[in-house]
């Protein structure tokens, strides 16, 4: 068995990893943590739980954490994991990291986003965690930065295409939407329940945070700076996220090739569903599973492909995703504790 510690874990992305451990055969949860709630049973915080995890909630302390745990999820804000990570790698602990503090291999890039970075010497270390496609490098791997969940949605559809060299790179245009938990549990007025009901808008236009995360990992499958608009929307829905993506083509490619193509890349990956009949993703198809689905359609009259994308933010776009970088390093099947199957309604 995995012995298992969730440091933060009464956040909403804290809170489906215990949900989604709980029901894996082959971790133990040991640990979690919590600045707010310890002392508190997991499931007085989150009644749902009851009879599920019974467990108290405890402050976090290395030597209770190190002692009980092969691996630590750190789902915390940014600039907290960074204080504790290097502490715990260097205890032998393996880490997967679900805020920003680990996604970068260039401090710099983190730094005009973030803010100062504390543990520069860790993030050759680290290895960006989008399990489909850097599965390899993670294998090794002791630290893993978790993809954000807009960077998931954008990332996995594109990877293949601008691989193979199928969409221009300066055309790039993301328009993604995402539900009301992806802002977190802290309280906020823009995420009132008077201030998001019945409306739909726009935030963060152009100067969202994750756009240089997916700028980077671009850049590097494209091997050159691949720049992109991406434009965050928020929907009046607790999760979810459906993204929107158009790219000229680089040439007349078939419906069969841009299949061929998403398909081919990601045989054999459990998680990746690819339309093949040109029906457009839906959020709730996915809602509460790990799956991403895929669809596309080719715009003939401007030679341009719209791809489209749907997740749960919360388990392909944070928990769910990190568990399976965590099988994925254990040497697991890496669908271990996330075959739930999808709700029909």
């Not at 909403?12 to 979690?32: C, D, F, I, S, T």
């Not at 499931?43 to 599920?52: D, E, H, K, L």
């Not at 973030?114 to 489909?132: D, F, I």
């Not at 749960?312 to 504790?337: C, F, H, R, S, Y």
Request: hydrophobic residues 40%; contains cysteine.
């Amino acid at each position: 068995m995995i012995r298992v510690g969730v440091a933060g874990a009464t956040g909403y992305a804290g809170a489906e990893l215990v949900r989604l451990l709980a029901g894996h055969p082959q971790v133990k949860l040991m640990v979690l943590t919590s600045r707010q709630y310890a002392g508190m049973p997991f499931s007085r915080i989150y009644p749902a739980m009851a009879g599920v995890v019974e467990q108290d909630c405890q402050a976090f302390e290395y030597d209770s954490v190190c002692a009980l745990t092969d691996f630590v999820f750190t789902a915390l804000p940014h600039k907290l994991p960074m204080e504790i990570v290097p502490e715990l790698v260097s205890r032998g602990k393996k880490v997967i990291d679900l805020s920003a503090d680990f996604r970068f291999n260039d401090p710099l890039k983190y730094e005009s986003v973030y803010t100062t970075h504390t543990a520069k010497n860790l993030l050759n270390r680290s290895v960006y965690g989008l399990s489909e496609v850097f599965a390899d490098a993670i294998r090794s791997a002791d630290i893993i930065g978790n993809p954000g969940c807009y960077p998931t949605s954008i990332l996995l559809p594109l990877i293949p295409l601008l691989h193979a060299g199928l969409v221009v790179p300066e055309t790039i245009i993301a328009d993604a939407k995402s539900g009301v938990s992806g802002a977190g549990r802290s309280l906020a007025l823009t995420s009132l329940y008077s201030e998001v009901s019945e409306s739909f808008r726009a935030y963060k236009v152009a100067s969202h945070r994750h756009e240089p995360e997916i700028e980077d990992i671009l850049s590097r499958v494209a091997g050159a700076p691949v720049d992109i608009t991406f434009v965050p929307h928020l929907l009046p829905m607790s999760r979810g996220m459906e993204t929107t993506i158009y790219a000229g083509l680089t040439s007349d490619a078939s419906d069969a090739e841009i299949h061929s193509c998403l398909s081919d890349y990601y045989a054999g990956r459990r998680f990746i569903r690819i339309s093949s009949d040109g029906r457009p993703p839906d959020t709730r198809n996915v809602r509460g599973t790990n799956y991403c689905d895929i669809g596309f359609v080719v715009d003939r009259h401007n030679r341009r492909l719209i791809l489209m994308s749907a997740i749960d933010n919360l388990v392909k776009g944070a928990a769910g995703q990190a568990i399976q970088n965590m099988n994925i390093m254990a040497g697991l099947d890496e669908t271990l504790g996330l075959n739930m199957a999808p709700y029909a309604v």
